[in-house]
């Protein structure tokens, strides 16, 4: 069960002012030891027994810890952790302010540079053995310095597969086509040039593989097409 001080902590994290709120955790920020911070808290769920759900947030949120300091030491700029409480669920990390590379797109289209150099660090991330899960517009922030940051870490883990690190090339494909359409294809080409720069020839695997599993997904739509069903 969760011990009278993490319930503690919990409580007082859940009184600072929320950024964020989503199915698995709650982003907040407040002051850690006079520094500006982001709380990345993973809230307990109810409905699960109490013993696997503090095991189970226990273990996400090191493996988390554990990736962002990977990622830092592979010259991926994310944010320093300054803290972790594995049985409260809580990473307290730097704060990094700056508009979302999401918004950035919105607001200005295509940012050569910073897709460029999006795609670089996606690329020093899978040289240091991680993928990163959810590798999209909204996970890379502009900090007010200029430079560009990739952020959450919550569904990356240590892999060296040449599928796992395709998948994360098309998630970030499918990012720009859903939410950039009208310069998704030129957006796509600089961050592939940023990823290729610095992958070197390894590139070429995942860069096919990623087109393989693309071709998959439109086979799929046109059988739900045909069929007017899910199969």
Do not use: C
């Not at 002051?31 to 095991?55: H, I, N, Q, T």
């Not at 922030?141 to 990739?150: F, K, N, Q, R, S």
């Not at 992958?199 to 097409?225: C, H, Q, S, W």
């Amino acid at each position: 069960m969760v011990s009278f001080d993490a319930e503690r902590l919990i409580e007082w994290v859940r009184s600072l002012e929320l950024v964020k709120r989503g199915a698995e955790s709650e982003i907040r920020v407040g002051s850690f030891m006079g520094l500006e911070a982001v709380f990345k808290l993973r809230v307990p769920k109810p409905y699960m027994d109490p013993e696997l759900d503090l095991e189970l947030r226990s273990f996400r949120t090191r493996r988390e810890a554990k990736a962002m300091a990977a990622a830092i030491s592979g010259g991926v700029r994310a944010p320093r952790v300054y803290a972790v409480f594995p049985s409260a669920g809580l990473i307290v990390m730097e704060r990094i302010k700056g508009p979302l590379l999401k918004e950035r797109l919105q607001v200005h289209g295509d940012h050569g540079h910073l897709l460029h150099e999006a795609g670089g660090m996606l690329a020093r991330l899978h040289r240091a053995g991680l993928v990163h899960g959810d590798p999209t517009t909204s996970n890379y922030i502009v900090a007010e310095t200029g430079m560009l940051y990739l952020i959450d870490y919550g569904l990356s883990s240590f892999s060296t597969s040449i599928e796992d690190r395709a998948v994360d090339i098309h998630l970030f494909r499918r990012a720009l086509e859903s939410t950039h359409a009208t310069i998704a294809q030129e957006a796509f080409t600089n961050f592939m040039e940023g990823y290729k720069r610095v992958m070197g020839e390894e590139a070429g695997k995942v860069e096919e593989r990623a087109e393989e599993i693309r071709l998959r997904g439109r086979y799929v739509e046109k059988r739900r097409t045909i069929w007017g069903r899910t199969l």
